[in-house]
């Protein structure tokens, strides 16, 4: 694993998970742009059926969503035509919403993360927002996601950083 990303070829989005944020960073390696966010809540891992966040560096290799509206609900990357709202009836279930930017690993201890599914994601449980607490994926408030989405094209490179 890198022990220090370059930022300097293009933009990269840099998680740093004891912080619990994200950062947009320029391809000068100056800040654009950061939120809050929530990692596992089991910690930081790579295997298959941990439920835990991976590290290293990824790409993003497909945007779902976009335009659609604020708490889009998807199942298996497709709408559902359910819209949640913080008005909606709470549900223990981690829904994915708003909008997803799927990862894929780029070294050989995270090449798996693509067939385990984890995104930059919309979340019902934006109080938890700050602290760990999702099921591997990295999790945003709704409107931060669309921020986040606006800022990544196919191939933005992502570092995770423990």
């Known amino acids: 694993m890198s022990a220090s990303p370059d930022f300097t070829s293009n933009r990269h989005f840099y998680v740093d998970v004891p912080a619990q944020k994200v950062r947009v960073i320029t391809e000068t390696g100056s800040l654009l742009w950061e939120t809050d966010v929530s990692t596992s809540r089991y910690g930081l891992g ?4 941990s439920l835990r966040t991976p590290r290293g560096w990824f790409e993003v290799i497909e945007k779902v969503g976009d335009g659609a509206p604020l708490g ?3 199942q298996s990357r497709v709408p559902t035509g359910v819209v949640w709202t ?4 709470i549900v223990s279930e981690d829904l994915v919403l708003t909008r997803i930017l799927w990862l894929r690993g780029l070294e050989p201890h995270n090449a798996n993360t693509q067939q385990r599914y984890i995104y930059f994601h919309g979340t019902n449980h934006e109080s938890q927002i700050g602290t760990p607490g999702s099921h591997g994926c990295i999790r945003l408030r709704n409107a931060d996601m669309v921020q986040l989405f606006d800022y990544a094209v196919i191939g933005t490179r992502v570092f995770i950083l423990e």
Do not use: L
């Open 46 to 49: 790579e295997q298959e059926g």
């Open 86 to 89: 913080p008005n909606s009836p």
């Open 72 to 74: 889009t609900v998807f």
